[in-house]
């Protein structure tokens, strides 16, 4: 279950591109066609497949305050966090490289269709956020990091599809002048932003068991007195009697 929790709030919930606005300048500049779209958001999901795991690697037996104990019990005081943002860029740049070599290799109509933006996934805040994010919620084992990497790039998959659809379908509207191009597709993407907020309560209905209410005992207080008085009245009046 822990998996999948992930999973759909990583897609949903935490989504890359509606949550927290990360790899903006490729989600407009490459969402004018869905041919385009598609094939820059699998290379989006191949390199944050690659790229989380092995920074989760890195930070687990390197970067971490005595992550090097394995060396020996004299480096156990070592803390070489102030690299991550080195390593996790070197790590990302290596696999943008490879999927640029892939890509040219067997769809070079896709290679030029996609221009600069295919090795600018290297310095993609999308990308680099993932690897980030999974170390600041000190994500557990290798398993959910390769989880969190390839449903965080499906996440923003599904953002730059959503909006190149509409876009392409929005050429053949009547939009105001003043709103043709970027300005739309900001107002569109904010209501989709919107609408991803309300999957935030998607994963944690029933979480937090309510406290027992205490009304029923009050009126079960109140009930008992009432008898007790009743019964004190009618010995009074048997008294009397």
């Not at 407009?28 to 690697?57: E, Y």
Request: hydrophobic share 50%; glycine share 10%; net charge negative.
């Amino acid at each position: 279950m822990e998996h999948v929790e992930l999973f759909f709030k990583s897609i949903f919930i935490d989504n890359m591109v509606f949550a927290v606005f990360l790899g903006m300048c490729s989600y407009l500049a490459v969402s004018k066609k869905v041919a385009t779209a598609v094939g820059l958001g699998a290379a989006v999901i191949f390199v944050l497949a690659i790229t989380v795991p092995l920074n989760w690697l890195l930070d687990q037996y390197l970067l971490q305050p005595g992550a090097l104990v394995w060396l020996g019990d004299e480096y156990a005081d070592y803390d070489l966090g102030f690299l991550s943002f080195i390593m996790f860029i070197a790590t990302i740049a290596t696999m943008v490289q490879l999927v640029e070599i892939i890509v040219e290799k067997f769809s070079p109509s896709l290679y030029n269709s996609l221009g600069i933006f295919l090795p600018l996934i290297a310095v993609n805040c999308a990308i680099l956020g993932g690897s980030l994010f999974m170390q600041a919620r000190e994500i557990e084992s290798l398993g959910l990091a390769f989880n969190y990497g390839v449903s965080s790039g499906i996440g923003w998959f599904l953002a730059i599809l959503a909006i190149a659809a509409i876009r392409e379908k929005i050429r053949y509207s009547s939009v105001p002048p003043a709103l043709r191009g970027l300005g739309i597709t900001f107002i569109i993407t904010g209501l989709m932003g919107i609408g991803f907020l309300s999957f935030g309560g998607m994963l944690t209905g029933g979480d937090e068991e309510g406290e027992p209410s205490t009304e029923p005992e009050v009126v079960t207080e109140k009930v008992v007195k009432k008898d007790l008085e009743k019964e004190e009245i009618a010995k009074n009046t048997k008294t009397i009697n």
